[in-house]
């Protein structure tokens, strides 16, 4: 999986999966949406690539954000697993 921090216009984006705090686009892009930390919406998009909003980012561990994005992409794995769907869209080659 990838990561971008442009994101085209939402219109163009279809969400294929979203977690407690990570979405993943139809087009392999993936943000955070929510705070690792303390669980907020995160609106600027430093926040969406870094995983913390504005007041935890001087607070949190480096390893507190890895052990989010560990647990969200064993929560998509199980969806997938669960839900029989591909992990990439059929007909992409990445």
Not at 13 to 40: A, H, L, M, P, Q
Not at 67 to 94: C, F, L
Request: net charge positive; charged share 30%; with cysteine.
């Amino acid at each position: 999986m990838k990561f971008s921090s442009y994101a085209p216009p939402v219109a163009a984006r279809r969400k294929r999966w979203s977690g407690r705090y990570i979405v993943v686009w139809d087009d392999g892009t993936w943000e955070f949406f929510r705070c690792c930390r303390c669980g907020n919406l995160l609106e600027d998009s430093a926040s969406r690539t870094r995983g913390l909003g504005p007041e935890c980012k001087d607070h949190a561990a480096a390893d507190e954000v890895m052990a989010v994005k560990n647990a969200e992409r064993e929560r998509m794995r199980a969806w997938i697993t669960q839900t029989g769907r591909p992990s990439r869209p059929v007909g992409t080659s990445k």
